[in-house]
């Protein structure tokens, strides 16, 4: 049962030590004005707790002996599983257009590493298979695609490959017919694609967790710092750069800018995008 106040009240005081624990555990900045939508992603999960403020919840998260089970599922209620196939599509063209010709071209018989390291429910992973797909990519090299979200119910949903309309926004019929088959939960995606792609949970900001994947040449980390703080942003891109096999390529949301926030990537027009590269 919902309490008679919902979503549950979230003082400033509360509200300022709590997003600075998200903040240090997840990477998620909200600001001052942002209170209102914390307090209304969050209050299911106090009611789920069986706790009747955030202060309570705070403390759980902070010291309770449950708080690494309760992680996930305030990584889960946060999340924004805003999405779709075929998305800011001309970095993926110039990807396998331009880039990945020169790649191979310096490294012949390699195989490629790619890696979707926010990848939602899976679309933008999908996505760059279709196009290597598509461009005859697959007959000519070997690749490893990686993709990995903080969200384990995202993940979930990816290893389920089966999706909504909302998902088809921009991708053509045509591409739609080829790859997926209608079913009773919406359409599911061809199986040998689906199983091309390595699915894992693992949240940016963990070095462990992303260890697995951040030597990968081709990072694509899109629509994911519009939601972290400078700060946060610094220390991740920081880590790739550290890491990552050089040349290397980053690929950022169009409305993302690393602009004084590092100075281990330059920015290069490929085509009609614009791709980070680290040489």
Request: glycine content about 6%; aromatic content about 14%.
């Amino acid at each position: 049962m919902w309490p008679a106040t919902f979503p549950i009240d979230l003082p400033p005081t509360v509200f300022k030590i709590l997003r600075d624990l998200i903040h240090d555990h997840a990477g998620i900045h909200f600001d001052d004005a942002k209170r209102g939508i914390l307090a209304e992603k969050l209050s299911p999960r106090v009611v789920e707790c069986g706790l009747t403020t955030f202060l309570d919840y705070y403390y759980l998260l902070k010291y309770g002996p449950g708080s690494e089970q309760e992680w996930p599922a305030v990584t889960d209620a946060l999340s924004v599983p805003e999405t779709y196939f075929w998305r800011e599509i001309d970095q993926i063209q110039a990807f396998v257009e331009q880039l990945l010709p020169a790649y191979v071209k310096m490294f012949p018989g390699r195989t490629i590493r790619i890696w979707c390291g926010a990848c939602c429910t899976g679309e933008e992973p999908l996505t760059i298979a279709m196009a290597l797909n598509e461009t005859g990519w697959f007959q000519r090299a070997s690749f490893e695609i990686f993709a990995s979200d903080a969200s384990p119910a995202a993940i979930a949903k990816a290893r389920q490959g089966i999706y909504r309309d909302r998902s088809f926004r921009a991708l053509s019929p045509e591409l739609k017919e080829k790859y997926f088959l209608a079913t009773a939960g919406g359409w599911q995606i061809n199986p040998e694609l689906h199983s091309g792609v390595h699915w894992s949970v693992a949240n940016l900001i963990k070095s462990a967790e992303i260890a697995p994947f951040v030597e990968s040449p081709f990072i694509f980390c899109r629509n994911v710092f519009i939601y972290f703080s400078t700060e946060m942003i610094a220390r991740t891109v920081d880590q790739f750069a550290s890491q990552m096999a050089r040349p290397g390529y980053l690929f950022i949301g169009a409305a993302e800018s690393l602009l004084k926030v590092t100075d281990e990537f330059d920015l290069q027009q490929v085509g009609d995008a614009f791709v980070y590269t680290l040489n």
